[in-house]
């Protein structure tokens, strides 16, 4: 907190402008007694504090079954990217339409 404190004040940026944080979850930035976004929230209460998309996406990547992270990486293969023939935009139009119903289920 020290460093942020620090960059504020050499700024001359007013902590009470802040209106929100992001962050990547870790429990050093949302912990309740001595996160980040606590430290923040006790100059003002009024921060909005968000969980970064992209860290929340990667989080739940880890946790996909086998099957759909190897078709997740399909999906991202240079091959499939081509769409010059009518297989691979099958194969394309397979692997979105198993993830579009496995984030449905969730």
């Known amino acids: ?3 942020f404190t620090d960059f504020f004040d050499t700024h001359g940026i007013l902590r009470e402008n802040l209106i929100g944080v992001c962050t990547d979850g870790a429990p050093s930035m949302i912990g309740c007694h001595s996160g980040f976004e606590t430290l923040l929230k006790e100059k003002n209460p009024s921060i909005i504090s968000t969980h970064c998309m992209i860290h929340r996406q990667a989080l739940a990547a880890k946790t996909l079954p086998e099957e759909m992270n190897n078709a ?8 499939l990217n081509r769409s ?11 692997i979105r339409r198993r993830l579009l119903y496995r984030s449905l289920i969730r």
């Open 84 to 94: 010059n023939t009518s297989a691979n935009t099958s194969t394309k139009e397979e």
């Open 1 to 3: 907190m020290t460093a």
């Open 72 to 79: 997740l990486k399909l999906s991202n293969a240079p091959a």
